[in-house]
């Protein structure tokens, strides 16, 4: 696993740029194997029912995270992933950017053109870097497609123990994923020049992180996601990738539960919130329309898969996530060895807590210890307890 130290920089667009040059080729390559990029987002991307809502995306998370969108821009074109060709867009959408620029430039109405220009210009940009860190918001609202021979999306099944007593304060979690995610991830470890730095687990081509890190505040997260039903989500709100780079840079934990609760969220996420200082973790469950439950950890050790625990929010029954509960909860959970072995438990079959394909993957297992305090990286079984990545908070 790859740590690339970045900063301090002249701007956000900058550090995206680096990180993006860095890892290019991983980029592309994370790209070419993502199969519901290439067989159901990109397709979607140009029909006419996607345009209004990957436009309100795009609007609404650029105006809330100017900063994170210059970044995420940066990283584009840093990456050098070649802009969508006119095929990839609706029909004639290049001939109409040409006439409306070309007419506003006759007319001398200069300003008009070149706000004309940057907006076509943005809208083209690395569409597919735009679609994968929009993955989940545009995903929900996607038809369904009965009976088609495509991929299905997965859920990314994570799985979390949490527990905070007079002997030990952890949070273990595992990062699971499409195995389209394997090799493709790396460690962002930057330094902003405002006294601030974070470390940050990065999915290839995504803005850190939406996984799991920690900052030079004493604050870290990892993240779960959570399946509110369909009426229960709104299209176009901020994405889960900005609010989770915004939290790299909480200054506290009240900090970090102000972003998390004013964030006008999509869909559904679950935060587990991690305060060094104050020995301290938060289970912070979010729906749209500004809904949130909070949950504070204590000497019950807490397990969550992707299921809502304690937000009363209608939600879509996953059989993956209810059955991972029900073996955590049937499974030691007295220590570290046993919370690593429950992690690292394959007894079911069908629905492994650690999983290894053939969709789902898990990719590392990361161990916050808030009395080191470090962060350690495990790849491989837990159970076996090898850490490849260590680092003190």
């Known amino acids: 696993m790859e740590i690339f130290e970045v900063g301090p920089c002249n701007s956000s667009y900058e550090m995206g740029y680096l990180i993006g040059e860095r890892f290019s080729s991983l980029i592309k390559s994370r790209l070419a194997a993502d199969l519901i990029l290439q067989t159901q987002l990109r397709p979607y991307a140009k029909t006419h029912l996607a345009e209004p809502l990957i436009d309100s995306l795009t609007e609404n998370n650029r105006s809330k995270f100017p900063r994170y969108w210059d970044e995420l821009v940066g990283i584009a074109e840093g990456s050098g992933v070649p802009v969508l060709d006119v095929q990839d867009h609706e029909p004639g959408f290049a001939l109409y950017a040409c006439v409306i620029f070309s007419y506003c430039c006759r007319i001398a109405l200069f300003w008009v053109a070149y706000e004309v220009f940057l907006f076509f210009f943005f809208y083209s940009l690395n569409v597919q870097i735009i679609l994968i860190n929009f993955r989940k918001e545009i995903l929900a609202f996607m038809p369904k497609n009965e009976g088609a021979n495509i991929p299905e999306d997965t859920p990314d099944d994570c799985s ?118 104050k020995r ?24 969550h898969a992707n299921m809502y625990l304690h937000l009363q929010v209608p939600q879509i029954q996953d059989e993956n996530s209810s059955s991972r509960q029900k073996r955590a909860a049937a499974l030691p959970q007295e220590s570290k060895e046993d919370f690593l072995s429950l992690l690292g438990d394959i007894d079911d079959k069908r629905y492994p807590i650690y999983m290894s394909g053939p969709t789902l993957y898990t990719l590392c297992t990361a161990v916050f210890d808030l009395d080191g305090p470090t962060l350690s990286i495990i790849e491989g079984n837990p159970k076996e307890g090898k850490v490849t990545r260590s680092f003190h908070m």
């Open 160 to 277: 979390t123990i949490l527990v905070v007593s007079r002997s030990m304060a952890i949070a273990a979690h595992n990062e699971d994923a499409n195995i389209a995610l394997v090799g493709h991830t790396y460690l962002i470890q930057a330094n902003l020049g405002n006294g601030l730095s974070f470390t940050a687990y990065t999915y290839a081509g995504e803005l850190p992180s939406c996984a799991f890190g920690f900052n030079s505040h004493g604050l870290a997260f990892t993240l779960n996601s959570v399946p509110p039903r369909e009426d229960e989500i709104v299209a176009g709100g901020i994405g889960r990738n900005f609010i989770s780079r915004d939290l790299l840079e909480a200054t506290s934990s009240s900090d970090a539960l102000k972003k998390i609760q004013s964030s006008e969220v999509s869909i559904g996420h679950s935060y587990n919130l991690i305060d060094i200082s």
């Open 280 to 303: 301290n973790i938060l289970n912070i469950e979010t729906a749209s329309r500004n809904r949130f439950s909070v949950y504070e950890v204590y000497a019950t050790p807490f397990f």
